[in-house]
């Protein structure tokens, strides 16, 4: 029964989304052929434009290349996000050295770096690092709260038994860290897509920012509109496999 209610709960949002995604194209059809605005192009051209785009394999090209910049920052920022966060919450020079300076760092607009880590690191991997160090602070947060408040009784029953401190983490830390983790990493998601542009866009060297920079400068509106449209499909799919992924984890500890 309750399987039941979950797939009719499903098939209900499926049909939510459904409904809402043509009711704005028939909004945006009709703005479009109403106005009659060279940057207001139809769907039908936005679409036409994917097709064309698919086809020479300009398309699939960059968008490979823009997965995987932020699949590598990404990784790189799980990493590094999961054993600082850890860190700085269940060590003594974490907490006072580490932690503060995670917290003090994070408000600084990170993506002023980019000229510099372009001196530093070159160019492409300058584009993974402002990705990475932007993404790595949802992350390690998350890490940091969340370790701070595993259950005082389930660390009392590791250490009865003989554990140490790296069988404290491994058996009780890090599975109560998880739900957290995967909410760091859904707002990490979110930002890495917003920051590729950025750093796709600054210096012209493949990936959807480039393709959606080049477009905007040759005024080809509906290729604009076509790679924004797949650089938002992909965030949005991103997020939506880490959602159900962190849905199913949750729903496992109940």
């Known amino acids: 029964?309750?399987?039941?209610?979950?797939?009719?709960?499903?098939?209900?949002?499926?049909?939510?989304?459904?409904?809402?995604?043509?009711?704005?194209?028939?909004?945006?059809?009709?703005?479009?052929?109403?106005?009659?605005?060279?940057?207001?192009?139809?769907?039908?051209?936005?679409?036409?434009?994917?097709?064309?785009?698919?086809?020479?394999?300009?398309?699939?090209?960059?968008?490979?290349?823009?997965?995987?910049?932020?699949?590598?920052?990404?990784?790189?920022?799980?990493?590094?996000?999961?054993?600082?966060?850890?860190?700085?919450?269940?060590?003594?020079?974490?907490s006072r050295v580490l932690r503060p300076l995670i917290l003090a760092t994070y408000p600084i607009p990170h993506v002023t770096l980019i000229p510099i880590l372009i001196w530093i690191l070159g160019v492409e991997w300058s584009k993974i690092a402002v990705i990475s160090i932007i993404t790595y602070y949802p992350i390690a947060i998350s890490t940091m709260e969340w370790a701070t408040r595993t259950p005082r009784e389930y660390e009392d029953l590791v250490k009865s038994m003989g554990g140490s401190k790296l069988h404290l983490i491994i058996y009780v830390v890090i599975p109560y860290v998880i739900p957290g983790l995967l909410t760091g990493l859904r707002i990490a998601v979110s930002t890495a897509y917003a920051v590729v542009f950025i750093a796709e866009s600054f210096v012209l060297t493949g990936g959807l920012g480039a393709l959606i920079e080049d477009s905007w400068y040759r005024l080809n509106y509906p290729a604009v509109y076509a790679y924004v449209i797949t650089l938002a499909t992909l965030g949005i799919t991103s997020y939506t496999m880490i959602w159900t992924f962190e849905k199913a984890y949750m729903k496992r500890l109940t």
């Open 1 to 94: 029964m309750e399987q039941v209610k979950e797939g009719y709960g499903i098939l209900q949002d499926l049909l939510v989304v459904t409904a809402t995604l043509i009711l704005l194209l028939t909004l945006w059809h009709v703005a479009a052929t109403t106005f009659e605005k060279p940057y207001l192009p139809t769907p039908a051209q936005v679409v036409a434009e994917l097709h064309k785009s698919f086809i020479s394999g300009v398309l699939v090209e960059n968008t490979l290349i823009t997965l995987r910049r932020v699949v590598t920052a990404l990784l790189l920022a799980l990493t590094l996000g999961l054993l600082s966060g850890l860190l700085a919450s269940r060590t003594i020079i974490g």
